[in-house]
């Protein structure tokens, strides 16, 4: 018989419908049965594509007598973190202040009043490497709350009170400076791994955010320091069994320090990110490894995460059947040189140098992880490209990982300022079709009459928790994008009504500071607020980072005042973690190089001279700069405003700081004028 999450729209949700635990939702209803019948709540907080989650599922929530037990002593709640990442953030910044470490699973417990009073993550069906049985915990919470209610009340109220301390003292900061960001270049240069490109050791995840930065500071100081770790971190990446060397697109981390063996899941918002990096990296260098890069997880992303209604799927397992009905982790990404030989008979010991694999394996049991340890210049193009279309059908064969097909509005957000950008770049239309289709769905099914987001999606229905800080952020970055690579300047307004809600939601007008959830938001145990970026940009600097733009494009005082309020957070956090401030640093450098405004006024982009300026444009590498483009005295862009054509050719305008360059209808001198 199934449970209350039946009818729920998140995948995660609906893979725990049957399990004999009788499953709430997040929901008032769940803490008022937890009052009436007078005990606790287990909260339970996963998301769909994690392995630990699967496994405790299996293990523990599909048990009948686990479930039993549960049933008769505790309220239990699931959570999808990707769904609610406010509920997950408030408690899993109590797991971490109780416990020293975080991750999902997460499990706490709970009184009544949604104050947390015992944590834990992941816990196995038997006592094993120091740890209790999930059983004997569920026992021992029991036990305190039915002997000792007062005391675990106590404990509660203090951690609740713990948490209200940690409140950012945020006092409206200065801005960030040459020094902030000199000083963040050089802590990001002592954590470098100069073998192996990347930061830190193991477990080691793409950085993307903060390759960003780095590409930004090298435009705007030309520190080859900063090149120098962008690019050879992402070779390394590229290069390592992290990329898909068969169908393109990044697993979610690396659980080694040389890239090679991956944490399988691939998630929507590491490959919108890393596509937009590589093709920020070829713009920079000219890179045909990043070029290639680029267009290969972009077509990945269209390809296996599109769906039907326009918008994109949030992410695919780490685990899939392998073969014998097993689900085990990598199984549809892994090869053993006798795979390699069924499939390609004589080219297998060619396809075996190239990739890596090797007869002990690089991954379990004598399976390999496909890599490019060599340099790609030595082998003959033309087969190893047959080698790879064998592998890629061969593997089209084996049963495919889960989808999780719910639309993040947030990280939807990502990928149309990526796929917009990379298809502009390239020549690739279909991609900026892919991301305006994305658009569309935002507009069509998350956006309301009020301009408020929904934050989640699924087969065209909008699901009912409301938009956070970082969908309104990212969204808004995605559509400043489009509007500056499609000449629509719609998507400029759709923009402006997102932003506006956070300047008016948001935003504490007193100290400028931004929270994770509206003023008008369901009530947590507190308002959560993370600057800090971690997989994805923190809502905080990717509503800095659009506040700036949007500013910069129609010179809106209140945004622009906004965006360096919601900055001094990176003058403070930057130099003391860079690496867990990259997006905000990369604000912090488009801040100081202007952003530069670029208006391209022409005949309509169906014009070759007016297109050549365009993309010349878009090209530029000065650190977040805005483009506009349309006919000129056209009403579009703010930006285009008192343009003319100069001697009637397509001219293009370059404006910083208030004080704009002579306008030239020549493409070389526009690529030098925005060349950092």
């Known amino acids: 018989m199934a449970n209350r999450l039946a009818h729920e729209t998140s995948p995660y949700l609906l893979q725990h419908a049957d399990n004999p635990v009788d499953w709430w939702p997040w929901s008032d209803g769940a803490f008022e049965e937890a009052r009436r019948r007078g005990v606790p709540v287990l909260l339970s907080v996963g998301y769909s594509s994690c392995h630990w989650c699967h496994v405790m599922a299996h293990e523990s929530f599909e048990d009948r007598a686990t479930a039993d037990y549960l049933n008769d002593h505790f309220v239990s709640v699931k959570v999808d973190r990707e769904e609610r990442p406010d509920v997950d953030a408030v408690y899993m910044e109590a797991v971490q202040a109780a416990t020293g470490q975080g991750g999902w699973p997460m499990t706490v417990f709970l009184t009544p009043d949604a104050e947390p009073f015992y944590f834990g993550t992941y816990f196995p069906p038997a006592p094993r490497h120091g740890m209790p049985s999930f059983r004997q ?103 390592g069994g992290i990329y898909d060397q068969l169908g393109g697109g990044f697993a979610r981390y690396s659980v080694d320090r040389d890239w090679i063996v991956p944490h399988f899941e691939k998630m929507l918002y590491d490959n919108a ?148 950008e990379t298809g502009a770049y390239f020549d690739r239309p279909d991609l900026v079709e892919a991301a305006v289709g994305a658009a569309d769905l935002l507009v069509r099914l998350h956006l309301d009459e009020r301009a408020r987001l929904a934050r989640t999606s699924r087969d065209g229905r909008a699901g009912a928790n409301a938009g956070v800080l970082e969908d309104y952020g990212d969204v808004a970055e995605g559509f400043l994008a489009l509007a500056g690579v499609t000449g629509e300047g719609v998507w400029l307004e759709f923009a402006g009504l997102l932003l506006d809600q956070v300047l008016a939601r948001f935003t504490d007008p007193e100290s400028g500071a931004l929270y994770d959830t509206a003023a008008d938001a369901e009530r947590l145990i507190r308002r959560p607020q993370d600057p800090t970026d971690n997989a994805t940009p923190s809502g905080w600097t990717a509503a800095a980072s659009a506040l700036l733009s949007y500013a910069a494009h129609t010179g809106s005082e209140p945004h622009r005042t906004a965006a360096e309020r919601a900055l001094g957070v990176v003058k403070t956090l930057g130099p003391r973690v860079p690496r867990f401030v990259g997006w905000g640093l990369a604000v912090a450098e488009a801040l100081l190089d202007g952003p530069r405004e670029v208006a391209v006024v022409g005949t309509g982009l169906a014009d070759g001279a007016t297109r050549t300026l365009h993309r010349t444009a878009l090209l530029g590498t000065a650190p977040g700069a805005v483009v506009a483009v349309g006919a000129a005295e056209s009403d579009e862009f703010p930006l285009l405003a008192d343009r003319p054509l100069v001697d009637g050719e397509p001219t293009a305008y370059v404006c910083r700081n208030f004080t704009c360059d002579a306008p030239t209808t020549d493409p070389e001198r526009l690529r030098t004028a925005l060349s950092g």
């Open 137 to 239: 915990v569920l026992e021992g919470v029991w036990q305190a709350w039915s002997e000792r209610r007062d005391e675990v009340s106590e404990v509660a109220g203090k951690i609740v009170r713990d948490l209200a301390g940690r409140e950012i003292g945020y006092q409206t900061a200065q801005l960030p400076g040459e020094e902030e960001l000199a000083q963040a270049l050089l802590g990001l240069t002592r954590e470098y791994d100069p073998q192996r490109g990347g930061f830190g050791g193991a477990p080691k995840f793409p950085p993307s955010m903060v390759l960003e930065f780095l590409l930004r500071h090298h435009a705007r100081t030309g520190s080859e320091g900063a090149l120098q770790m962008a690019r050879d971190t992402a070779e390394r990446m590229a290069r």
């Open 273 to 420: 990110l890393l596509c937009r990096v590589y093709a920020h990296l070829w713009r920079a260098t000219g890179s045909d490894l990043a070029r290639r890069v680029a267009l290969e997880t972009a077509d990945f992303m269209v390809r296996e995460l599109r769906a039907a209604e326009g918008g994109f799927a949030s992410a695919l397992d780490a685990d899939s059947d392998d073969g014998s009905g097993a689900h085990v982790e990598g199984a549809y990404y892994v090869w053993t040189p006798e795979q390699l030989s069924e499939v390609l008979g004589d080219d297998a010991e060619l396809a075996a140098h190239h990739f890596g694999v090797t007869a002990e394996g690089t991954f379990e049991h004598g399976q390999s992880v496909l890599q490019l340890p060599q340099d790609e210049g030595v082998f003959n193009a033309e087969k190893v490209e047959s080698v790879k279309r064998r592998l890629l059908d061969a593997r089209a064969e084996r049963p495919a990982p889960g989808r999780d097909d719910k639309i993040v509005a947030a990280w939807n957000g990502l990928a149309i300022a990526a796929l917009a």
